[in-house]
């Protein structure tokens, strides 16, 4: 497959563990943050998204945590399956009224049998 | 309903050539947005189209340009390419209701340049 990233940093976790993916932003002006999952050979998959307002949102198995004060995103995924295994980016968007992301180097999860 | 769709998957070009990407995006969405993906550079955003309109332009040459038809299909072009050009060049629409929306990806197009 296609290499996404020769140096990101790498997170293994076991199957059936959670994980916990940060990511530092850096523009305090930022609003709106998505999380997506990249897999080898494809397209960033959206997966969940969070607005400025709002500290917590849950989805199916993840949750994004927001800190505005220490400009901090996290992703946590619960019970940690194989097929989470994928380079995951942060992106933020600081334009109301456009769709241009900056994204994070991105996090290879690792998950292990 | 269809994702974002991308052609070609995978193209190999001579330098000084050019090269057209196209995007169709998903049935709906008005707004599409291009990055260059590297392994050295990450995601990199290229320019977003809305309503047959540039909106937002990142930081790239002017060789790296694009249109958006009324249809919502968008293409980008690079010309005289580069052998740094070669990347996943990804797509990606939303609806734009209003401030900032999910975005959707295409499988991208894998352009490498000899």
Known sequence: GESVGLHLPTLSVQEGDNSIINCAYSNSASDYFIWYKQESGKGPQFIIDIRSNMDKRQGQRVTVLLNKTVKHLSLQIAATQPGDSAVYFCA???DNYGQNFVFGPGTRLSVLP | ????????????????????????????HRSVSWYQQTPGQGLQF???YFSETQRNKGNFPGRFSGRQFSNSRSEMNVSTLELGDSALYLCASSSMTGGGTEAFFGQGTRLTVV
């Open chain 1, 92 to 94: 933020e968007n600081s």
């Open chain 2, 46 to 48: 290229l320019f977003e």
């Open chain 2, 1 to 28: 309903k269809a994702g974002v769709t991308q052609t070609p998957r995978y193209l190999i070009k001579t330098r000084g050539q050019q090269v057209t990407l196209s995007c169709s995006p998903i049935s709906g």
